[in-house]
């Protein structure tokens, strides 16, 4: 089936010369110059993934992406930015942010994460232990599903996407043991949540499932694909 993105960058011929190599790898596409211009398109019709630019007039691309999601909760992004570590590109993780290309961005790798994109692909991911949670967040983005990172409790707070799932380290800095579990069910009742832990014995007494440090991060993989699989209601 065609996949049909939306394209939003200032810079008129860029953007245009980007559709075009979509257009030829098969997808359809709609350029927007502006975030008010790609609000309108995604009122009107649903996309498979957006491309926005970070740093434009007016609305930025976390600001859009903030926006978008509330239309269309699931859809997947990939922000390009000349600006890879600034507070913008952390909200835009926090939104939920498929991947971020420098640019000028590699249009094989581009091809690559929107071919693989998934629509309502969102896992939260509440660790402090960054090098394991690249890694994970590494995968998941080569299977297509978005990563949300969270590395310490105020953090959860700013948290917008949408998951479907949610993996949670049950001992965090700046949390008591088992809070940032707790808050996750409270925030959002009803979302699978599985716990990554280096306590296996206090892991069991949660009641929740569980994978105990270090584990095989394909057999997490496995799970996450078997609960993004199964039927998901509003």
């Known amino acids: 089936m065609k996949r049909h993105y939306l394209l939003v960058d200032d810079n008129e011929a860029f953007a245009e010369n980007l559709a075009e190599i979509l257009r030829d790898a098969g997808a359809t596409v709609d350029v927007a110059g502006d975030g008010a211009?790609?609000?309108?398109?995604?009122?009107?019709?649903?996309?498979?993934?957006?491309?926005?630019?970070?740093?434009?007039?007016?609305m930025n691309g976390a600001e859009l992406l903030c926006e978008l999601h509330k239309i269309d909760a699931g859809l997947p992004a990939v922000l390009?930015?000349?600006?890879?570590?600034d507070e913008l590109l952390a909200r835009a993780r926090r939104d939920g942010l498929l991947a971020a290309l420098s640019k000028p961005q590699q249009i094989p790798r581009l091809l690559e994460?929107?071919?693989?994109?998934?629509?309502?692909?969102?896992?939260?991911?509440?660790?402090?232990?960054?090098?394991?949670?690249?890694?994970?967040?590494?995968?998941?983005c080569s299977r297509g599903l978005t990563t949300v990172p969270v590395t310490n409790l105020r953090e959860l707070d700013k948290v917008s996407a949408r998951p479907f799932a949610v993996l949670v380290d049950l001992k965090l800095p700046d949390a008591g043991f088992g809070e940032a579990l707790e808050?996750?069910?409270?925030?959002?009742?009803?979302?699978?949540?599985?716990?990554?832990?280096?306590?296996a014995d206090e892991a069991r007494t949660t009641g929740v499932e569980h994978f105990n440090k270090p584990f095989d991060t394909a057999r997490v993989l496995s799970r996450l694909e078997a609960l993004y699989a199964e039927p998901r209601h509003p």
């Open 37 to 58: 211009t790609a609000l309108a398109f995604a009122r009107s019709r649903r996309y498979d993934a957006l491309v926005t630019d970070m740093r434009m007039p007016g």
């Open 113 to 140: 994460l929107l071919g693989a994109a998934r629509r309502d692909g969102a896992v939260l991911l509440v660790e402090d232990d960054v090098a394991l949670a690249d890694n994970l967040a590494e995968a998941l």
């Open 80 to 85: 390009l930015s000349a600006y890879s570590q």
């Open 183 to 199: 808050k996750v069910r409270r925030r959002w009742p009803g979302v699978p949540t599985i716990v990554i832990t280096a306590f």
